[in-house]
């Protein structure tokens, strides 16, 4: 289960990295954004390698498309990405006890917010 969040949060951080470049030539004003996210899926993954993940469960995870066509795209296929990485971190910590807990609500809760600043991004 980790190894599988961890490729999906390093999906999300090239999937960021895509829309930074492909911001800075259609809208630079959202390359600081993309630039947050992506640092903060780097920073889920590292958070992921270290923590004792022994919860059981079959989980659905995200299908992150690589390349995606455009600008737009890449958001909606974010916003799907964050909604369901916000799910998954949020039922874990239900299973989970004292830190692990803690730390997988608290990436459970980023999920949303990246969601939210994606979703301002698409209406934009």
């Not at 874990?92 to 459970?108: E, F, H, P, T």
């Amino acid at each position: 289960m980790r190894d599988e969040l961890i490729a999906i949060e390093r999906k999300l951080y090239n999937l960021y990295k895509l829309g930074e470049m492909f911001a800075s030539q259609e809208d630079p004003s959202l390359v600081d954004t993309f630039q947050l996210l992506a640092e903060e899926s780097l920073r889920h993954q590292k958070t992921l390698s270290t923590v004792d993940l022994n919860l059981k469960g079959e989980l659905i995870f995200p299908e992150i498309r690589d390349k995606p066509p455009s600008l737009e795209e890449l958001i909606r296929e974010a916003i799907i990405a964050e909604e369901l990485l916000a799910r998954i971190y949020l039922e874990l910590s239900a299973q989970a006890n004292g830190s692990v807990r803690d730390i997988l609500k608290m990436m459970g809760e980023e999920c949303l917010r990246h969601s939210y600043r994606l979703k301002l991004m698409y209406a934009k």
